[in-house]
Each structure stands twice: as structure tokens, then as C-alpha cells.
């Protein structure tokens, strides 16, 4: 079966991949473990750097068309005509970032989701490549607390919306309660073998009140 453009440029962007389609040397944001509840991490992210987009479609759709122009900007589709080192994972959210704010705050509307790859460490929004694609956004995030819970095989809609089901489920009998919508991270190439994909639903966090 040939590959799909947006599988080739995957391909392109996690080189260092072993021939299982895992992920090898990929950077990631940086994060601490804050605590493990059952499946369910809480995680510590650092501040970090965002491009989004934001596109209309199906789940699936929406986040090949979002990877396709996300994936040009960093291969060079930007002012400097440069590429930028790509990073995991790729995020997917149905929430909208919004023009003058660093997080995901409007919703993106029906059938509308919003793309984000995270940039390399080193970069600030002043000296990152501007994207030549004007619905590219740059954010600048906060440092996040998050829970994160894992799930392998194909990234379709249901296994998805089963690990987020889990995960609300887990933060119900936990001290922390959702803080803001979820989202969808992938790490992997789309030929890994199903079972050693790395996949994540990740749900912004605060303590429960007393």
C-alpha cells in the first residue's frame, strides 16, 4: 500500500524512528511526575511553545489536513526558510487557541479542531520562524499541570473516547478535577505497529476545594 502524503511527511519529520515505527530521540516537552493515580499520571510541564491550527472536518480528517500545514511551516514553509527539529507529540483538541491569548480558551465550534506541534526548547515567540501560512498561531503556554493517561493501538475516535472516559473516571475518586478541555497527543508514525503505540489523552488539572 502506498503511502498517503501525510504519512511521507511523518515519515520525514520523526526520522530516527526504528524500523517499528517507534519513536527514537524525538524531543518532548519537559516534564516532572507529580503523582500516579491508578492508569493516570500528573504531570508538571514547563512553559512551552506552541503552532496551531485550527481546521474544520472529521476527527480524523481534521488532523491530517492540521499535520499537513503544520508540517510545512517547520520544513521550511516559514520567514526564515528553515526547518525546524520536529518534537512530540502531536496534539489535537477541539478547543480553539485564541489570536490574543497562550491557551485554549474558545470553543473551536462544530466539527472544528485545533492542531498544535510543540516547538523546540531554545526557541521564544521573537526568534522563531514566523509560519508563511497566516492560520498558523504561535502561543506561548504557561507551565501546565496535567493528567495523562496512555493508550496504544490506532488513534481512531472510539479508543480515544474510551481512554478519556477512563481518565474522567479516575479524576472523580481523585484530588484533582478538570481544569480545561482535553486533548489528544500522538507520538508515533502512522506504520508502528498498533500495540507499541504511545498515545495520550491529557486533561488540564487543579486541586480539588477542600
Known amino acids: 500500500m502506498s503511502k498517503s502524503p501525510t504519512q511521507i511527511l511523518l515519515a520525514l519529520a520523526l526520522t530516527g524512528c526504528s524500523v517499528f515505527g517507534v519513536r527514537s530521540g524525538t524531543?518532548?516537552?519537559?516534564?516532572?511526575?507529580v503523582t500516579k493515580i491508578g492508569p493516570v499520571e500528573i504531570r508538571?510541564?514547563?512553559?512551552?511553545?506552541?503552532a496551531s491550527v485550527t481546521v474544520q472536518g472529521d476527527e480524523i480528517a481534521a488532523r491530517?489536513?492540521?499535520?499537513r500545514r503544520l508540517a510545512a511551516f517547520i520544513f521550511g514553509a516559514n520567514t526564515a526558510n528553515t526547518s525546524i527539529e520536529m518534537t512530540a507529540p502531536v496534539v489535537?483538541?477541539?478547543?480553539?487557541?485564541?489570536?490574543?491569548?497562550?491557551?485554549?480558551?474558545?470553543?473551536?465550534?462544530?466539527g472544528q479542531w485545533t492542531i498544535s506541534f510543540y516547538m523546540?526548547?531554545?526557541?521564544?515567540?521573537?526568534?522563531?520562524?514566523?509560519?508563511?501560512?497566516?492560520?498558523?498561531?504561535?502561543?506561548?503556554?504557561?507551565?501546565?499541570?496535567?493528567?495523562?493517561?496512555r493508550f496504544t493501538g490506532i488513534p481512531g475516535k472510539a479508543p480515544a473516547a474510551a481512554a478519556r472516559e477512563?481518565?474522567?473516571?479516575?479524576?472523580a475518586n481523585s484530588p484533582y478535577v478538570p481544569d480545561g478541555p482535553p486533548e489528544e497527543w500522538f507520538y508515533d508514525p502512522p506504520w508502528t505497529i498498533p500495540f507499541l503505540r504511545r498515545n495520550e489523552i491529557a486533561i488540564p488539572v487543579a486541586l480539588r476545594a477542600p
Open 92 to 110: 489535537q483538541s477541539s478547543a480553539k487557541i485564541a489570536m490574543t491569548a497562550p491557551v485554549a480558551q474558545a470553543a473551536a465550534g462544530p
Open 120 to 149: 523546540p526548547a531554545g526557541y521564544t515567540a521573537a526568534t522563531l520562524p514566523r509560519p508563511k501560512d497566516q492560520g498558523i498561531v504561535i502561543s506561548e503556554l504557561p507551565g501546565a499541570l496535567d493528567a495523562v493517561i
Open 64 to 67: 491530517a489536513t492540521g499535520f
Open 166 to 171: 477512563e481518565l474522567l473516571a479516575t479524576l
Open 27 to 33: 524531543p518532548e516537552p519537559a516534564y516532572q511526575v
Open 44 to 50: 508538571q510541564y514547563a512553559p512551552k511553545l506552541a
